[in-house]
């Protein structure tokens, strides 16, 4: 319990991997979930947003972090499992250290959100409808185009009026949209489904109601939207950020890449935390934070590869025989420190206990080679052997 990042429970396992959903999720959604639906004047309606704030972005998010599962097995890598937080997720994936695969492993979670999106596209466009393609529009109100129709339809809790039998937008619909780009929360820029009806009435117009299947595509679509152009801020440690250092570490090396996208990270960073504070955003600012301890902690570790040994030979190997000055007192370390030699010791002892895993199941599948063949081989079990070779001949 003494790491955070365990506070974790598996929910399922697909392609091998298993799927992780941390606690602070739940707790995230829970929080966001009460929000939208607080107040006794709020419009919508508590299903809506369930699977807006919970459902829906589990399944993008999820779709994201298998892309860069898939994207490292492909280059002949591994991954060992995903993590679903409330920042969005974490796969934990081995690939070769060269740029080309790192690149690979990083660029197919942002190319998943494409297909998400090609596939939102595609079923809207059978129903005459394209998305919204602004990342600030409201998805409540998820406005879409009909281009068989040539109007602008809404969800129940938009409200757009046409002269009735053409596609003339009412006189007062400019009023309309002055309410719906109103000041406060976006519970106080939708209207209430049961009282838009009454509304049309009143304006004397005809509503453009979208059907529910066309609305909750067009929310998947700009959930896959906002999590691909965010995903592709060129900040370490977003993937547009690892994917910068890779396109820096092919024309330079892996250290240089490393520092121009830490450092870019800190910029940005930087940036989202001023934002967040302004649009009073908690969850961007933990973002933020996030973003700036990943980029300290990236630097960290190049300081702390530097030298083979952990000494600073700046100085030449004479400075070795200096016995004139007193040694430096040890300083005190912190328990933020300590936490991370807890966590650091932990992960190699896993890595040590899957080495010796690994190692047991190889003499096994050799062992039923030299028995039966290797035609005797399950696809599982061919898999594992051609990963296994992989790692050992990137090590060699």
């Keep these: 319990m003494r790491d955070p990042m365990s506070w974790a429970l598996t929910v399922f396992r697909a392609f091998g991997i298993p799927v992780r959903v941390h606690l602070l999720f739940i707790v995230v959604s ?31 998010i999820l779709l994201h972090e298998f892309g860069h599962c898939f994207g490292a097995r492909h280059v002949d ?80 809790y938009g409200l757009k ?7 003339r937008p009412i006189a007062k619909q400019e009023d309309i949209d002055k309410r719906m780009r109103g000041e406060g929360t976006r519970e106080n820029r939708v209207f209430e489904p049961k009282n ?21 595509l067009n929310r998947t679509f700009w959930l896959s939207w906002v999590l691909l152009l ?46 967040s504070i302004a649009v009073n955003e908690a969850l961007f600012m933990g973002l933020a934070l996030f973003m700036l301890y990943e980029a300290s902690m990236a630097l960290h570790r190049l300081e702390a590869d530097d030298g083979p040994f952990g000494y600073d030979f700046s100085a030449g190997y004479t400075s ?18 300590r936490w991370r030699q807890a966590r650091r010791s932990k992960k190699l002892q896993r890595e040590i206990e899957e080495r010796v895993q690994e190692e047991q199941r190889m003499d096994q599948l050799l062992a039923k080679i030299a028995a039966t063949g290797k035609a005797s081989l399950t696809d599982d079990e061919k898999r594992f052997l051609e990963r296994v070779s992989a790692r050992k001949r990137n090590m060699s």
Aim: with cysteine; aromatic share 12%; proline share 9%.
């Design 77 to 156: 890598g591994d991954a060992k499992e995903i993590l679903i937080w409330p920042l969005g997720g974490l796969a934990s994936v081995e690939v070769p250290h060269t740029p080309r695969a790192n690149f690979i492993a990083t660029v197919a979670g942002p190319l998943m959100n494409v297909v998400i999106c090609g596939v939102c596209v595609f079923g809207l466009a059978l129903g005459g409808f394209l998305p919204n393609l602004n990342p600030l529009s409201n998805p409540y109100v998820s406005e879409m185009y009909s281009f068989t129709r040539e109007r602008t339809y809404t969800s129940e």
């Design 30 to 60: 829970l929080g966001l979930f009460l929000r939208q639906i607080g107040g006794k004047d709020n419009p919508l309606w508590w299903p809506d947003v369930l699977l807006f704030t919970a459902l829906v972005p589990f399944l993008v």
């Design 196 to 216: 838009a009806e009454q509304e049309a009435i009143s304006y004397g117009g005809e509503r453009a109601l979208a059907p529910a299947w066309a609305v909750w």
């Design 230 to 275: 965010f995903n592709l801020v060129p900040a370490y440690p977003l993937d547009g950020g690892r994917m910068f250092q890779c396109a820096v570490w092919a024309r330079t090396d892996y250290r240089r890449g490393v520092t121009v996208a830490a450092n870019t990270g800190y910029v940005v960073a930087v940036i989202f935390l001023i934002v």
């Design 161 to 167: 009026l046409y002269e009735p039998g053409t596609n």
């Design 320 to 337: 070795l025989e200096k016995d004139d000055e007193p040694p430096p007192r040890p300083k005190k370390v912190g328990w933020f420190t």
